[in-house]
């Protein structure tokens, strides 16, 4: 595990420890964090820890494919009650997600100074917004991460009301073109809708 200092740099992911914990510190530059996400690296840390930087082994993906969606959610999807929509409400999605806990976290993990720089991703152009509606009420959605080399780096999602995220989700993944989805670690959540873990070899091939 490397300290980071003010250079924009990371150590190669193969240091990463077994947990996949490669490096600390550093700062949420714009420039860091296109560079991270090039790189098969992510930030994810509690908000009274210093910024930690993964590249787990093996990562969980999902192959837009297959994808898999049970009988209850086709019957969701074809009821037609939600509206999605994509980059309308991208500050209003994070900031809903930063009050949902990740597993294995205490508190919130998507902190002030992480969201200041997702949105600055945003505006760039390299972060995107999926946004689930019942009539004209937020209800669902997630953002993650794009730099354009056909790969979603999925960051976080929420939901208000029951299947909300799954049909954004879902939607999205349909709609896009992407070859692969980043889902980073594993949660029954997503494996359920046909995400799996491949090597971090096999992941970083798709990246570049």
Same mark, same amino acid.
């Given at each position: 595990?490397?300290?980071?200092?003010?250079? $924009?740099?990371?150590?190669?992911?193969?240091?990463?420890?077994?947990?996949?914990?490669?490096?600390?510190?550093?700062?949420?530059?714009?420039?860091?964090?296109?560079?991270?996400?090039?790189?098969?690296?992510?930030?994810?840390?509690?908000?009274?820890?210093? $910024?930690?930087?993964?590249?787990?082994?093996?990562?969980?993906?999902?192959?837009?494919?297959?994808?898999?969606?049970?009988?209850?959610?086709?019957?969701?999807?074809?009821?037609?009650?939600?509206?999605?929509?994509?980059?309308?409400?991208?500050?209003?999605?994070?900031?809903?997600?930063?009050?949902?806990?990740?597993?294995?976290?205490?508190?919130?993990?998507?902190?002030?100074?992480?969201?200041?720089?997702?949105?600055?991703?945003?505006?760039?152009?390299?972060?995107?917004? $999926?946004?689930?509606?019942?009539?004209?009420?937020?209800?669902?959605?997630?953002?993650?991460?794009?730099?354009?080399?056909?790969?979603?780096?999925?960051?976080?999602?929420?939901?208000?009301?029951?299947?909300?995220?799954?049909?954004?989700?879902?939607?999205?993944?349909?709609?896009?073109?992407?070859?692969?989805?980043?889902?980073?670690?594993?949660?029954?959540?997503?494996?359920?809708?046909?995400?799996?873990?491949?090597?971090?070899?096999?992941? @970083?091939?798709? @990246?570049?």
């Amino acid at each position: 595990m490397r300290f980071l200092t003010k250079d $924009i740099i990371f150590p190669e992911v193969s240091e990463a420890s077994r947990e996949g914990l490669l490096a600390v510190g550093g700062d949420l530059s714009l420039k860091r964090l296109i560079l991270a996400y090039e790189s098969g690296i992510f930030p994810w840390f509690d908000v009274e820890e210093p $910024i930690l930087w993964w590249s787990p082994d093996p990562r969980f993906v999902l192959f837009p494919e297959k994808l898999k969606i049970s009988k209850s959610m086709k019957q969701v999807l074809r009821n037609n009650d939600f509206k999605v929509t994509i980059n309308k409400a991208f500050e209003a999605v994070i900031n809903n997600c930063s009050k949902i806990k990740r597993d294995g976290q205490q508190g919130t993990w998507i902190t002030d100074n992480l969201k200041e720089a997702y949105i600055k991703l945003h505006k760039k152009g390299f972060a995107k917004s $999926i946004e689930v509606w019942l009539g004209d009420d937020l209800v669902g959605g997630l953002y993650g991460v794009d730099i354009n080399n056909g790969v979603f780096c999925g960051e976080s999602m929420f939901s208000k009301v029951s299947n909300a995220s799954k049909v954004g989700f879902i939607t999205f993944v349909q709609n896009a073109n992407y070859k692969l989805i980043d889902c980073q670690v594993y949660t029954n959540h997503l494996e359920s809708l046909g995400a799996e873990d491949i090597s971090r070899a096999e992941f @970083l091939t798709f @990246l570049n």
